[in-house]
């Protein structure tokens, strides 16, 4: 994750960025990363921001739900 509010995923022998997502953005300006984590079975990473939680599909890279928040938040994976 960086300060711009991205979330890069990097094949480490390469350097080759692999998958790019716009993570924590508000309406003009990126918001703090408090959380990430993939479920799991590798399907779903889970971004916890400033304003929220987004859920994208790890492989398709497309976002599948965005939960909107008025204060800090914190996820939890289950591992079933």
């Known amino acids: 994750a960086s300060t711009d509010g991205t979330i890069c995923i ?3 022998d390469s350097g080759t960025k692999l998958r790019r997502w716009e993570a924590c953005w508000e ?22 921001c400033e304003n929220g939680v ?4 790890s492989v398709g890279g ?3 739900s965005r939960y909107s928040s008025n204060g800090p938040v914190a996820i939890a994976v289950d591992q079933d």
């Open 27 to 48: 309406e003009t300006t990126a918001t703090r990363l408090q959380a990430l984590t993939y479920t799991s079975n590798g399907q779903f990473l889970i971004a916890a």
């Open 62 to 64: 497309f976002e599948i």
């Open 10 to 12: 990097w094949d480490i």
């Open 54 to 57: 987004i859920v994208w599909d």
